[in-house]
């Protein structure tokens, strides 16, 4: 049982972690040009990210 918990919750924050690295690679790849399109600041991508992922 407690194993279980274990490995359920390792799976969980790896799963949470390619995510959440995949998110990042996307943003960090967008161009200057692309966050002035979108009217966006990277950062407060980065931060919404995290807080959408961890809480």
Known sequence: MIF???VTRARTNIAKRRQYNRLVAEIENL???D???????RSEMLYQ???QIYG
């Open 31 to 33: 161009s200057s040009r």
């Open 4 to 6: 279980d918990n274990l």
């Open 35 to 41: 966050l002035a399109d979108l009217r966006a600041d």
């Open 49 to 51: 990210v995290h807080k």
